[in-house]
């Protein structure tokens, strides 16, 4: 999950009170989001898929010693619970004071996985019990992904098919924000980034069987 978080001022008609017992100051909100839906973004309605779409989702922070601005840095929803319970050491509370840290996360992986409603490659989307319309009866086939700072990396059918077989997609984010152009379509689109899908592999490789602190080191 990709975030880019985004700090507000607090105001209110409570404000008053809450300043005179001291809440004011001792006090964040925080609006977030597990993931985002395509709505027919890549011909898909739901969410399950590696595109920004369904990865990418805002993060808005408000509190003491926030500081009003935004910024393109990236969070996962695994950074939530440690920034929450210990404001002082988390990795993204420099972040809200507009400083960048050392060691920030620059990278994260994404997998989903599994043999679709019927036993076939792909994921069933969830839908509506009792609803039986077609869009829904779409098998999304399972997937591992590596999103970077700039570029998002997906071999799909990973954990089913042998790497000769399984479909690719590149996306460069600076000039295509929409992941309409796949790098990796055509051969020679294949030969000219694979030096560049050699490191994203590498990377995946490393992030996928991390563990603890060693996965904050960016590759």
């Known amino acids: 999950m990709s975030n880019a978080w985004r700090a507000r001022p607090r105001a209110g008609r409570h404000g008053g009170r809450h300043r ?3 809440e004011y100051d001792n006090t964040y909100l925080i609006f977030a989001s597990d993931n985002g839906y395509n709505l ?45 319970l210990d404001l002082a050491g988390a990795p993204l509370v420099p972040l809200f004071g507009g400083r960048t840290p050392g060691g920030r996360r620059t990278d994260f992986f994404g997998q989903y996985a599994g043999d ?5 490659d792909g994921i069933f989307q969830e839908y509506t019990p009792g609803d039986t319309k077609e869009v829904y009866l779409i098998d999304v086939p399972s997937w591992s992904s590596l999103r970077t700072e700039r570029y998002v990396y997906t071999p799909r059918y990973d954990l089913e098919r042998s ?6 997609e590149l996306y460069d984010l600076a000039t295509d924000p929409y992941e309409l152009h796949n790098l990796l379509a055509t051969a020679k689109g ?16 490393e992030l996928s069987s991390c563990q603890g602190a060693t996965c904050r080191t960016s590759g």
Do not use: C, F
């Open 20 to 22: 005179q017992t001291g």
């Open 163 to 168: 790497a000769a077989k399984r479909e690719y």
């Open 116 to 120: 679709g409603v019927t036993g076939r």
């Open 190 to 205: 294949r030969e000219r980034h694979a030096g560049l899908v050699a490191r994203l592999n590498k990377r995946m490789a």
């Open 40 to 84: 027919g973004a890549h011909r898909l309605v739901q969410k399950m898929a590696p595109y920004e779409e369904s990865t990418r989702v805002p993060l808005v922070v408000s509190g003491p010693r926030v500081k009003r601005g935004a910024t393109t840095a990236m969070a996962t929803s695994i950074d939530y619970e440690p920034t929450i």
